[in-house]
Structures are given as structure tokens and as C-alpha cells.
């Protein structure tokens, strides 16, 4: 499975970013679609995931602000990022699990500035 992410930048603090990741390969399922980030001098780190089922699950830091959404149609990962904070600057990765393997996209950097 290959994974392109998008939509990262810079932002202000309070602002909004969208970010996209679209799968292609072969594409099992169930499998569960999310995105993780890595700070700088931090491990990389569980944001949002969503089963193929529809069941979300965020972290604590990220809980109410992001929203995370799949569109299966599209093989596509969504990540809504709402009230941005300084402390969201990251490289975000998309990831995709099923029962056999685990894939990472490249990696889109987002900058909240304050």
C-alpha cells in the first residue's frame, strides 16, 4: 500500500487545516486509517484513527478540536483540524493497518504559529 499525504502548512493560531491522505495498492479490509505526529525532539505519537466501521478514536490533546473521516470510495484519510495550537506543529503521518501489514505515508508538516 502506498500512502500521499497532504494539506499541511503554516497557520496561525485559532486557524484551520485540512489534511488528505489517499491509499493505493492492494487495499484489505477491515483495516483501521489514521494519523500520528512527531514534534521535534518527541516520539511519534497516536493523533486520530478510524476503523472501517466508522468508529473514531483521538487523542486526549486532540479531542474536539480534530475530526478524523474516511471516504472508502476514494480509499482517502481525512484529518480536520480546527483551533490550531503552537503546540499541534508537527510532521503528521498517515498511517493504514490491517491483519497482515502496516503502511506510513511521507509526512506533511504543520507550523502553528502563535
Known amino acids: 500500500v502506498q500512502l500521499q499525504a497532504s494539506g499541511g502548512g503554516l497557520v496561525q493560531a485559532g486557524g484551520s487545516l485540512r489534511l488528505s491522505c489517499a491509499a493505493s495498492g492492494i487495499i484489505r479490509r477491515p483495516n483501521i486509517m489514521g494519523w500520528y505526529r512527531q514534534a521535534p525532539g518527541k516520539q511519534r505519537e497516536l493523533v486520530a484513527s478510524?476503523?472501517?466501521?466508522?468508529?473514531?478514536n483521538y487523542a486526549d490533546p486532540v479531542k474536539v478540536r480534530f475530526t478524523v473521516s474516511r471516504d472508502d470510495n476514494k480509499n482517502t484519510v481525512y484529518l480536520q483540524m480546527d483551533n490550531l495550537k503552537p503546540e499541534d506543529t508537527a510532521v503528521y503521518y498517515c498511517?493504514?493497518?490491517?491483519?497482515?501489514?502496516?503502511?506510513w505515508g511521507q509526512g506533511t508538516l504543520v507550523t502553528v504559529s502563535s
Open positions: 478510524v476503523t472501517s466501521g466508522g468508529s473514531a
Open positions: 498511517n493504514l493497518k490491517d491483519f497482515r501489514s502496516e503502511s
